[in-house]
């Protein structure tokens, strides 16, 4: 089922959001993200962070222009294909999304047991690793309510991680979070870059990705006049 | 991996595939519906939409000619029979005709004839009329003076008899005379005719006031089985008498000519008076005989004529002219008209079947339907070859675009593995080729093999597996193991074998390596050197191997450079195996005993047996990496970590634990190693954990340093000894030091200490604990995992 070998693995093609739907701006954006890019994306406000990774998703309305993620036209597709395609984003954010009715372990496992006919123990195993990795002494069980903030981070980085995503979009997981969170993260981040997917790394302020320069693709800022690249030295 | 391992020196990467997976997703975005639907109108509803068309029309245009031809069919019946009606009327015309105009003939005669020959002009006229007209039975001849004449056939229907109505002596008489037909007489006789009066007759009374022809009923003689009925005519004589002559016919005759006409093939023809009683037809003297030979009682019977009663019936509703109607699922066509020149109410009644005359339009109609069904056979054998001809047209585009994506899969392999740094670099792992290999060809597990020892042994440079993504090798194999794979390979041509178990040159490979796995098939690549076959690349179950031949080809040149470069760079190393080499074995000899262990607090030897310890206690203590920048931060280092050993020896010792054992940037403090159960163990672990934590809290932040380290704690069985030979090194397995390391690697922040369920049960009562939550393991299963805090 690889849908796209060549090309831009997002690419938002002079898309205007709607103003309505989104608080976005309506300015044209323009970016391609190619397979095993990492975008760094400076956004002061945590919520119009969160539009555009919405935006990137496909769940804003345009007014004008396109977002394509592999190729393909978020505003061309069915809702069985939208789904399938959101299947293969990873996605951290500040807008609360753990379900309340569901522990943390199936919030975690049910997106690769939504999109995928892998066997329940492979994915179990690896949302272990993952965990593991991420400084968790295993899978969690508890709904999301009963966990502590640094531990729902660190499940919601083996969320965003589960399966092979195509896109990560990351909402600044390494604001306010232990430092031990770092290594894991980056790791994680440059493992699933090595696979070809590509990454945009959502932070309010430039100290969190510094560490991490040398293997950013770009720099961008997403500020009242639109999405604008930043020339970094 | 190294390039002169030997042996088997597995190991394992988890690097992931470049591909973006997924044969395990379920739906695929690319794949639209409406394409789907698309194809499934353009593939069967449109031809099968034509056909059931085509066969639409047939069938419209054959009920349409169908009703047509019908339709004319009936009124050519109708005409047909409207034909055989005239025809009839005509017959009864004639047959009556001479009883009417002879009376009119006979009566002129008679009226101009002067009375004493009246007797010879009737006498004549009867007895030529006798013998020239055979359904002339017989004529009188009657006047109002009560004189009465009459002459008839013999009974046996040749010969005459004239008899007269005489009185003699009073006595009224019948006065016969027979004559032959020459007019010879042979006899006479007088019968009494007492009471006899003509004038009281019916062919008599009928004619008074009347001057046309009159009939009687039809009347029966069942001596002579004779139907007969009497047309009489009332003139006056020029002798001035009243004469009536009547003319007697039998219509015997008449149901004879009907009884043999046919109406159509199986139709026949009745004559019915206007009270519907029968006058002639078929079967007539049956019909008298069932009536009792009253012909009052002689009417239409629907048990015995059907047809005919439902015909009559149809036109006492809708009178004359021809009907159609159905009967016992038959259709009949009647047709009713009036008899002309014959008596007044006279009705001939035809029927026959439709099928009589549309049986042709019938044939006409089955020939059109199988005509039509040879027409929707051929439609569905030509909508079927549209089908099958469109769907292999398909399926050849499917088959382009799968190929144009296969090209432009190969093309992004062969740019993955051509920007692969230091592709041809012997040191480095080749693990993109095997990849890119198992990726294109879909193959269960790729892998590049090298010729060593000039061909005495092969090793695997690198295994990929496709599915579980992990990638191997190192593994050595000899020319004894695989002599026919070897001869294979060495023979540089390319060997595909679709099942590997029964093939001779591979059933050794497949028992040693594919059988793993389970995979069946097998395709070698051997790998071309400058001086000869190299290697070789190895798919397994590589379904697409047919067709990305030169693909594979690529790579196989491109793992032959690096295979050169390897077997360069190994030198002589790999011409002969280690133990075969001079003074090898002097490397091998026994160093000096090392100055150190990896015990800080050494185990007391001899004092305690190797086995299974119910209640140990493990503390494991990892520390992060440390950064450091300079010799004067080394040494600065070590000194805190020698400071930090030296705390934690004092502080063992103090806690009476049994072992600590350093293994890089951890460290395992263990306790109660012994067979009998030490429920003091985890009391003086915890304590000990408690004291180094603040003990290392203190010297870190002395430091300028944050806490970098974490303690994991777990409580239970193991297993353990003194490995190795003098000094002897203890050492501690099972899944209880598993789960210490467990808890240390998953700790919230620096400096916790993080505890098992098991911990937090023994100590509960001692110490306080922050619940962290539940967590599921694999292997291990759900547990709570704690963080002690301090004792209480």
Redesign the interface.
Known sequence: METRTVGPLLELNKAVPSFEESGLPPLPFSMKLMPGDCVVVEARSASRATMFADLCCGLVPLEEGAVKFMGLDWAELHDRELNALRGRIGRMTRRPSWPEFLNTHLAITLQQLHHTNRPLDEVVAEAARLGELFGLPGLPVLPPSRLSDVDLLRAGCVRAFMGRPRLLLLEDPLEASPVDLLNPFLSAITEARDRGAGVIWLVRGNAVWQGYRQGITSLWRLADDGLVEVRTA | MSACSVGVGIYEQS???????????????????DASVRRVLLHLVLPFGALILVVGSIAAIGLHSYRSTRAGVVALTHELLGAVQRNISQEVSDYIMPAVAGNTIASGMIAHAPTQVVDRVFNSYGAAMLQSVPQLQSFYLGDEEGHFRLITRGPDGTNQERTTFEVHDGKQVYHREFFTDDGVKTGEEYTDATGYDPRKRPWYTDTEDQTDTQWTQPYLFPASRQFVMTSSLRFQGANGHTYVFATNISLNELSTFLDHLKVGKTGNAIILDSKGRVIAGRNIMQQAEAAGWDSEKMVLDPKTHPVFARGYDHYRVRGFGPHSFELNNKRYVTIASPLKNSAKGWILLLSAPENDFASFARQSSQQSLQFAGIIIVFSLVLAGFLVRQVRRSERMARKLTQQGMQI??E???V?QVASTPSLFDPTAEPLVLTEQLAHVTNARRASIWRLLYDGAAIICEDSYDQKEDTHSGGFEMSRTELGGLFSSIESGDVLNVPNAATDERTTQFERLVMRELGTHMLAVYPIQGPKGIVGAVVLEDAAMVPHVVYFVSLMASIAGIRLVETGQDAGGALTLPADEVPGAMAIAAPRAEPSFDNMLVRAPGGAVSSGIYPSVAVLVITF?DPVVDGETQTHALLDLINQLATDVQRISRERGLFAVEVAGHRMICMAGCTQEEDPTAIIRVADAALTMRETFMAALAAADL?PVFAMGLDYGAAFGGAVGEEPKVFNLWGQTVSLAE??A??????GTI?VTDRVYQALRDRYLFRS???????H?G??R?YVLAARR
């Open positions: 690097f992931r595939g470049k591909r973006g997976v997924s044969s395990e997703e379920i739906v695929d975005p690319t794949v639209q519906n432009a899969h093309s992004a392999a740019q992060s944050e467990l808890m690697q998953g700790v919230t922040e620096g993080q962290r939550g539940t967590f599921y393991a694999p291990l759900l547990g995992a």
